[in-house]
């Protein structure tokens, strides 16, 4: 258990929609991270936030938007879903290091199943 | 922007026997470069990271290889088990937290 806990498990819903995925970082983890991982795509960085900020962008669609709370969960809102939205999606927490320092490790949670009908 | 190239995509090996999976990075400011472990159903898990201040780490059976002039780094399991079946993901960073992923390889341990 990586401690980084993620709902729902899975989500079931139809194009046009609109679907929120929360996820809770570690205790005293600072970072979230989202990634989407599909078949032929290995793990896709979307976006992460570190205390609440938005720190680095990836490759997240304009219908994609995500935010951190000041009790640090984060929560991942996708709208207008299509087909080619469906994925798994995961979070990662880690402690994050100051701007310029050594990477840290990241902690993943166990994803989000999404499946657009 | 970073770019991590990982071979092969699938990897069958006879238990007992050595695995190798391959990465090379297209930024030379990379210093950070862990491997993750994806068990079927389950997030990925880091088993070990490389720093680019040194060129080899090794950590029980599990052993990792940095050449920065070449830019490529490598995984190496040795005495694979039935439990090493998995997909092993290569990653690099720049140490701003940003980590770029490799697009996996499925590791089967045969029999």
């Known amino acids: 258990d990586s401690g980084v806990t993620q709902t729902p498990k899975h989500l079931i819903t139809a194009t046009g929609q609109r679907v929120t995925l929360r996820c809770s970082p570690r205790?005293?983890?600072?970072?979230v991270y989202w990634y989407q991982q599909s078949l032929d795509q290995g793990l896709q960085f979307l976006i992460q936030y570190y205390n609440g900020e938005e720190r680095a962008k990836g490759n997240i669609l304009e219908r994609f938007s995500a935010q951190q709370f000041p009790d640090l969960h984060s929560e991942l809102n996708l709208s207008s879903l299509e087909l080619g939205d469906s994925a798994l999606y995961f979070c990662a927490s880690s402690v994050s290091a100051v701007m310029g320092a050594l990477a840290n490790e990241q902690f993943f949670g166990p994803g989000t199943r999404l499946t657009v009908l | 922007g970073e770019n991590v190239e990982q071979h092969p995509s699938t990897l069958s090996v006879q238990e007992g026997d050595s695995a190798v999976i391959k990465c090379t990075y297209s930024?030379?400011?990379?210093?950070?470069f862990p491997w993750y472990k994806q068990e079927l159903g389950k997030g990925p898990q880091l088993i070990i990271d490389?720093?680019?201040?040194?060129g080899e780490k090794k950590d029980q059976r599990i052993a990792v290889t940095l050449n920065k002039t070449a830019k490529h780094f490598s995984l190496h399991i040795t005495e694979t088990q039935p439990e090493d079946s998995a997909v092993y993901f290569c990653?690099?960073?720049?140490?701003?937290?940003?980590?770029?992923f490799g697009k996996g390889t499925r590791l089967h341990i045969l029999p």
């Open positions: 490389i720093r680019s201040n040194v």
């Open positions: 205790s005293g983890d600072l970072s």
């Open positions: 990653a690099a960073s720049k140490g701003d937290d940003k980590i770029i």
């Open positions: 930024d030379s400011a990379s210093n950070y």
